[in-house]
């Protein structure tokens, strides 16, 4: 079973920067984060597949920036100039292939506040 274990949320001003991290128990072969508000459904925020191709939401584009590090098979999310409207839950998302079955992972998600 594959873990993921999210780390680095809280609580910060508009105009604040966090910094999320997901440690995964294996490599997968691409990493997303997601967020879902309250009484909005689950959004997809970033995902990066290999080691350099990603994807951003326009919400967030110019202002988020995923990276992983294989050798710690962890993915980071970088939040600058965050906003009251990136208040939400943020998951770590993993795809890992398991011979020719794709299977797919949560993370148990960290809340993410942005006050005005």
């Known amino acids: 079973q594959v873990q993921l274990v999210e780390s680095g949320g809280g609580v910060v001003q508009a105009g604040g920067s966090l910094r999320l991290s997901c440690a995964a128990s294996?490599?997968?072969?691409?990493y997303g984060w997601y967020r879902q508000a309250p009484g909005k459904l689950r959004e997809l925020v970033a995902t990066?597949?290999?080691?350099?191709?990603?994807n951003y939401a326009d919400s967030v584009k110019g202002r988020f920036t995923i990276s992983r590090d294989n050798a710690a098979n962890t993915v980071y999310l970088q939040m600058n100039n965050l906003k009251p409207e990136d208040t939400a839950v943020y998951f770590c998302n993993a795809l890992v292939w398991t011979g020719t079955k794709r299977n797919e992972y949560w993370g148990q998600g960290t809340q993410v506040t942005v006050s005005a």
């Open positions: 990066i597949t290999g080691g350099t191709a990603t």
């Open positions: 294996v490599t997968p072969f691409r």
